[in-house]
């Protein structure tokens, strides 16, 4: 089931580069809106979010594929990603063990000792903590500037409150 998310998410990928493009050029075309800023930031929070969903639905697809590539047809022993091994390892190889959160491929040896395969998972890895953390900081900067922009428009003076007649006048 991963490895059919995983097809969409490769189709999503060149959607979400697409929109990116697309909203980058209407920041820096001329004619924006006054409120561009906070625009641009809350839509960065959801590009993120969708980025660090992607890359981790890609990740998901690719453990699975290994995972599945291993259990069956000839030749699937050791497992693909275990195959980096040094041969003094890999002799000692006993099994696999996917792992989906995070994502990785675990190798087993004989002794009960387990080993990282290779594979792209730390960069997978890395790359969806990155656009989440993207995400988070985006969205409580969001948070700040509307609090800002709220505070500035309270102050006397600013929109004509510290001006207004008392009710006995």
């Not at 990740?59 to 290994?66: A, S």
């Not at 699937?76 to 696999?96: E, I, K, W, Y």
């Not at 985006?138 to 006397?156: H, N």
């Amino acid at each position: 089931m991963f490895i059919l998310l995983m097809y969409g998410a490769l189709l999503a990928v060149p959607l979400w580069a697409i929109a990116v493009v697309v909203k980058l050029i209407s920041v820096v075309a001329p004619g924006r809106r006054p409120d561009w800023a906070r625009d641009l930031l809350r839509w960065s929070v959801g590009a993120a979010a969708a980025a660090a969903v992607i890359v981790y639905v890609i990740g998901l697809g690719l453990v699975q594929w290994d995972a599945s590539e291993a259990e069956s047809g000839a030749g699937s022993s050791p497992a693909v990603p275990c195959r980096s091994l040094p041969p003094g390892t890999l002799d000692r190889l006993a099994g696999h063990e996917p792992s989906y959160v995070p994502l990785g491929f675990d190798c087993l040896l004989d002794g009960g000792r387990t080993v990282a395969a290779s594979g792209p998972y730390g960069t997978l890895n890395a790359l969806t903590a990155a656009f989440g953390l993207t995400a988070v900081l985006s969205l409580i900067a969001v948070g700040f500037l509307d609090e800002y922009r709220a505070r500035a428009q309270r102050k006397p003076g600013r929109t004509g409150e510290g001006l207004k007649a008392s009710p006995t006048e």
